[in-house]
């Protein structure tokens, strides 16, 4: 089954201009911006600039540069909003979320980075 991309989707829009963002970092092929409804004290997304709907879209269809490019723009935010593990500060969690089952709300592949707080346990069971 090949992937539908929806250009309307509001990552889309983002990325074309038509809806502002607060950016944090941006690069040939990515885009990284604050979340408008944070879930912890830093809380941002990542998206390639690419027409992509989820990671395993992403890491299947995209080119070497791209999956670079976006790999190293996730390091440099993490950097940046001073969440780095290894230098002493107190990590940070990475999410991807695809399709109906992992809750995507967006159908266009993007990563939260939150930081600034523990974050509690990987998945709720019931």
């Known amino acids: 089954m090949a992937y539908v991309y929806d250009t309307t989707n509001i990552f889309a829009r983002i990325l074309r201009g038509e809806i502002p963002n607060r950016t944090v970092l941006e690069t040939e092929h990515a885009l990284a911006f604050r979340d408008i ?4 004290p830093d809380h941002v997304l990542v998206i390639p600039k690419g027409p992509y709907v989820t990671y395993d879209h992403f890491c299947a269809e995209a080119s070497e540069a791209e999956i670079v490019d976006f790999t190293r723009a996730v390091a440099a935010v993490v950097k940046l909003i001073g969440a780095e593990a290894h230098s002493g500060a107190k990590g940070f969690r990475a999410i991807t979320n695809a399709g109906e089952n992992g809750v995507q709300e967006v159908p266009h592949f993007h990563l939260h980075i939150l ?9 709720v069971t019931d």
């Open 115 to 123: 930081a600034g707080r523990c974050i509690g346990p990987m998945v």
């Open 37 to 40: 409804a944070p879930k912890a």
